[in-house]
């Protein structure tokens, strides 16, 4: 058994994506004069300011089709718990490292649970042990791996790559980051909250009052 932490890793994101909104959402309100100004490329001071409040007022009145303009795909590691919550997100595309294909000889990546008491926690030792076990015995027995899989506990982990657009980004994480999520999916989803804040502040730095 090997313990294994949730991670969540930007691998890419719509380069000065709040630039980009604002030039597209003009368009909607014949407002492109707006974007005048005496600086060179429209990122002074005083084009940010007016650029952050344009995002905010479609923000709060829920103009959020602008905002699918964006993307962001992320390496996430979370156990299959998570993942399996993860992709009910439809408005997003996914791929997953296969417990079908992965033969874990060195040890099955487990995430630890946060236990409430130590009791639980040597519970959940002695399963995932029994567990092990289980596995390398049938693997032993020449079972494939996509046969074996199935003594695999939940908390095993999984290398997942998510990309969305901005819209279904704060979708996922106003669901995720609530007080009735999964603790790991809310762990998770803070993670990729903290990645995606600075990349477009107007849009997803509110959420932090629901982590």
């Given at each position: 058994?090997?313990?294994?932490?949730?991670?969540?890793?930007?691998?890419?994101?719509?380069?000065e994506?709040?630039?980009?909104?604002?030039?597209?959402?003009?368009?909607?309100?014949n407002?492109?004069?707006?974007?005048?100004?005496d600086?060179?490329?429209?990122?002074?001071?005083r084009?940010?300011?007016?650029?952050?409040?344009?995002?905010?007022?479609?923000r709060?009145?829920?103009?959020?089709?602008?905002?699918?303009?964006?993307?962001?795909?992320?390496?996430?590691?979370?156990?299959?718990?998570?993942?399996?919550?993860?992709?009910?997100?439809?408005?997003?595309?996914?791929?997953?490292?296969?417990?079908r294909y992965?033969?874990?000889?060195d040890g099955i990546?487990?995430?630890?649970?946060?236990?409430a008491?130590?009791?639980?926690?040597?519970?959940?030792r002695?399963?995932?042990?029994?567990?092990?076990?289980?596995?390398?015995?049938?693997?032993?027995?020449?079972?494939?791996?996509?046969?074996?899989?199935?003594?695999?506990?939940?908390?095993?982990?999984?290398?997942?790559?998510?990309?969305?657009?901005?819209?279904?980004?704060r979708?996922?994480?106003?669901?995720?980051?609530?007080?009735?999520?999964h603790?790991k999916?809310r762990?998770?989803?803070?993670?990729?909250?903290?990645e995606?804040?600075?990349?477009?502040?107007?849009?997803?730095?509110?959420?932090?009052?629901?982590?």
């Amino acid at each position: 058994m090997r313990e294994t932490e949730q991670s969540a890793e930007l691998v890419r994101c719509t380069p000065e994506a709040d630039w980009l909104l604002e030039r597209i959402a003009r368009v909607c309100y014949n407002s492109e004069d707006r974007l005048e100004c005496d600086c060179p490329d429209g990122r002074c001071s005083r084009c940010r300011e007016r650029r952050d409040k344009f995002l905010a007022g479609l923000r709060d009145r829920r103009h959020d089709s602008i905002f699918e303009h964006a993307h962001a795909t992320f390496r996430l590691v979370a156990d299959r718990g998570v993942t399996h919550e993860l992709v009910r997100h439809r408005l997003a595309s996914y791929t997953q490292s296969s417990t079908r294909y992965i033969k874990y000889s060195d040890g099955i990546p487990v995430v630890r649970p946060f236990f409430a008491s130590p009791d639980r926690e040597a519970a959940w030792r002695r399963a995932m042990l029994a567990a092990e076990a289980g596995y390398r015995e049938l693997l032993a027995a020449g079972a494939p791996a996509q046969e074996a899989r199935d003594v695999l506990p939940t908390c095993t982990a999984a290398v997942i790559f998510v990309t969305a657009n901005f819209r279904e980004w704060r979708h996922i994480l106003k669901l995720r980051l609530g007080r009735e999520a999964h603790p790991k999916i809310r762990a998770l989803a803070r993670m990729i909250l903290a990645e995606l804040s600075p990349l477009c502040p107007v849009y997803f730095s509110d959420l932090e009052g629901d982590a």
